[in-house]
């Protein structure tokens, strides 16, 4: 028998075997009523997971496709935007902005910080205001989980329409389109909705469909996008097999309810992080219940974060993510979104342990494992959890 | 049981088993080693289809998104191209190339009508060169396939590039792109390839990477996705479990072989046209060979093709193509590219056959199935079949 694989990267991440062989089926017709039907459901279950009654526009591409189509609808050359970066995918937004010839104004923060809304409150109000600002929800390669609806607030207050990437966040952590007034919402198949990469997803207000720009964009167009879904017709050919595959993925988180997924989050973050710390472990990322998504860990002295994840995979047939840029070779993360449960907390640490003791690292055998198990533990009524 | 399904379109196409067997197959990460390994033997195969020594660049998108690649990074505002135009797919070409603000020339033809080399050279001339000539080999709206080859050369006695629409021809008819010195090929997954929707593929001369312009793009960008391609790495997180099924779909398509594949193809197309003729109906598509992706059949005068297809589906599960544009209710479409046998046609025209009589039409019943069977069968040696 061939070693069993374990995925535990942020996105791609594991798919429900239900998902998977609803990918199996049969190709039918994009412009067929079997195929009218499906999509109209994943569209209305998109709605509900965006927690909108606005459009949430298909495409066929990566969750960069998705955020692209912000950027090539919203900005013309020459228009003042602002990005808030504190990482790798803050930086995908300013280089799209950049790309598309946009006036970037950043706020820039150390990869790991958290962005705070009174920096961007005063970076809008040294600007002069701005056309829109681009967010980003979770920041999947520190960890970070930014807290969206007091940053939306803060833009809002200059009458900045708010674009947000929660491509690792939907469906994952607490995320209210239309409550928070979040314009845009970029997202993709690949992360808590348990579908495999090739769906972008974007939400779109009507004042972002108003304030739409001059720039050159065809496949990313929002009206056309817009026009083919009022028919639940696609502009393109798209994607049938993973709308499929969603349209399965998107009924299992709804049947398991938003908020009980929420809360599972939660607590797999919790018992990573604390499993961790256990193994005496330091972490990248914020020990704090909001960044629910994946846990960044630094790899003690003496040992190069790239050969443990040689180690994990070769050894152990575990898949964990490595570092970006500079962090490539002293930390790595375990991502815990989607279709997780505590025993795959359980498998990662485990693992982890193994290979950190191969490495010649000094960690105290069972405690990481015994102490997640323990953390994920729903928190009795009236104990509460600071 | 629920009726089986027939889908006889020229894309989606159907998928074979085994291709759909890989989709439902867990997913895995694109930066491990089971996925550079596998992506590396599909780039492979696709130079093999290409029949190029050179990159073919893979995007998670649709056809679409492919052919928006080539204007994106060719064309810079102001910059004169000419378009041929002759059905819907000209016409996108058309649209992309302005949306990006190029000065388009077209060389227009009414639908249905073949290119003409010499047109080409006139307008060429005419227009004092252009930097780029877009081009339509499969014309997947009127049945046309165009002499590729013979366009091309005149593209190149003017010095220009070379951009062909291949989608639905790649794997179904001969193009050859060293050969026929093709500096750009689009293509999508889901017509000959045999694989779902969503992968959009382009190969790019190094003529052409020299001659990239200043549009604005991040997503299509060709010098990104190649940088990543030469580490078997992707830009974006890639549609991994669409990738596996394409892998697996054109090792399939090179054990057939190109040439058995082509030469299967012509006959699946003589069997259609031979079979509608001796039905009585009327080709809307040019009845030769090169014309081997699919059929445009007119319907006979009192029949309207948008019931005729309903009544298809409804009573016989079987899902035929429409016309575009004006053509809705004049024709219908019947693909024959991919996944297809000759029985698929037999079953393709038999349930036209039925259909037409109920709606009332004159037709002699047997005798498309049984000229379609003998038009499919090999020509003799010494036979010929002009």
């Known amino acids: 028998m061939s070693a069993k694989r374990y995925l535990f990267t942020p996105g791609p991440t594991p798919v429900p075997p239900e998902v998977l062989a609803a990918l199996a089926e049969p190709v039918v017709h994009h412009r067929g009523p079997d195929y009218r039907s499906l999509f109209g459901e994943c569209l209305e279950r998109l709605r509900a997971v965006y927690r909108t009654a606005g459009d949430v526009l298909v495409f066929t591409s990566s969750g960069t496709g998705a955020m692209e189509s912000a950027v090539a609808n919203l ?15 803050g930086e995908r937004w300013r280089n799209l902005a950049a790309a598309y010839g946009a006036d970037v104004q950043a706020v820039e923060y150390e990869w790991g910080e958290t962005p705070r809304p009174d920096d961007l409150r005063a970076k809008l109000e040294e600007a002069g205001g701005a056309k829109a600002v681009f967010l980003t929800h979770s920041e999947t390669s520190t ?3 930014a807290d969206v609806q007091a940053l939306a607030a803060a833009a809002k207050s200059s009458r900045a329409l708010v674009v947000v990437d ?62 083919g879904q009022a028919k639940l017709d696609s502009a393109f050919t798209p994607a049938v097999s993973l709308v499929r595959g969603l349209d399965v993925a998107l009924g299992l988180l709804l049947d398991e309810g938003l908020e009980a997924a929420f809360d599972r989050h939660v607590r797999l973050g919790r018992a990573c992080r604390e499993g961790a710390k256990a193994m005496g472990l330091e972490l990248f990322s914020p020990d704090e219940d909001r960044s629910a998504v994946v846990t960044a860990i630094l790899t003690p002295a003496g040992v190069d974060a790239g050969e ?6 070769d050894r152990y047939g575990v898949t964990v993510a490595g570092g970006h840029g500079d962090l490539k070779n002293r930390l790595f993360r375990i991502g815990h979104i989607g279709y997780y449960d505590v025993f795959d ?13 191969e490495a010649g690292a000094e960690v105290e055998r069972g405690v990481g494992v015994a102490r997640a198990l323990e953390a994920f533990a729903p928190v009795p009524a009236g104990r509460g959890n600071a």
């Open 166 to 227: 929660a491509v690792s966040s939907l469906g994952a952590v607490p995320l209210e389109t239309d409550a928070w007034g979040l314009d845009v919402v970029a997202s993709g198949s690949q992360k808590a909705l348990m579908t495999p990469p090739g769906i972008g997803l974007v939400s779109v207000s009507e004042a972002a469909h108003a304030a739409v720009g001059s720039s050159p964009r065809f496949y990313f167009d929002w009206e056309r996008t817009r026009a």
């Open 143 to 145: 960890g970070v989980v």
């Open 308 to 313: 443990l994840r040689l180690a994990l995979r």
């Open 345 to 357: 907390v359980v498998a990662a640490l485990a693992a982890v342990e193994l290979a950190l003791v």
């Open 75 to 89: 900005c013309s050359p020459g228009e003042r935007v602002v990005v808030v970066s504190a990482g790798a995918f």
